[in-house]
């Protein structure tokens, strides 16, 4: 888990956020959860599916996933997520961060939040928000 002894910059926390998504783009998601306090990965990946892919289907049965876990089975759909804009809190402590889902915002977003532990800083999350 990434720590610092002083509480950290924003484009330091930004940095890190960025390496977590990229990691779970890539799925590796146990590498993931190793750079932050982490929430249940589970609920982050099913809310990102159900933003994004089960989102954009336009109700045609066809067009639905075969499977109710097809998203845990097949991470690839991940690779079409990127993040957008970066809203920090007045304290900044807090964040979140748009995601993009084939180039268009999608409803969901991830939060994370600076905080301390022991005598260092590291961050947690990501929750999600809708």
């Known amino acids: ?6 509480h950290p910059a924003k484009a330091d926390v930004e940095a890190v956020a960025r390496r977590y998504f990229s990691l779970l783009r890539a799925g590796r998601i146990p590498e993931a959860e190793q750079l ?4 249940p990965v589970r609920h982050v990946l099913k809310s990102l599916w159900t933003g994004s892919v089960e989102a ?3 109700g045609d049965e066809a067009s639905r ?11 690839s759909w991940l690779g079409e997520l990127n ?3 970066f809203h920090w809190g007045d304290t900044g402590s807090h964040f979140y961060v748009e995601i ?14 600076v905080k301390p ?8 999350g990501p929750g999600t928000l809708w």
Do not use: C, G, K, N
């Not at 996933?65 to 991470?75: F, I, K, T």
């Not at 993009?100 to 939040?113: D, G, H, K, N």
């Not at 532990?117 to 947690?124: E, N, P, Q």
């Open 1 to 6: 888990m990434r720590t610092w002894t002083e």
């Open 36 to 39: 932050i306090d982490h929430s």
């Open 56 to 58: 954009s289907a336009d």
């Open 65 to 75: 996933s075969p499977a109710a876990d097809e998203w845990e089975q097949d991470l």
């Open 83 to 85: 993040l957008a804009d």
């Open 100 to 113: 993009t889902y084939r180039a268009q915002v999608i409803e969901v977003a991830l939060s994370f939040w």
């Open 117 to 124: 532990v022991d005598a260092s800083w590291v961050i947690a």
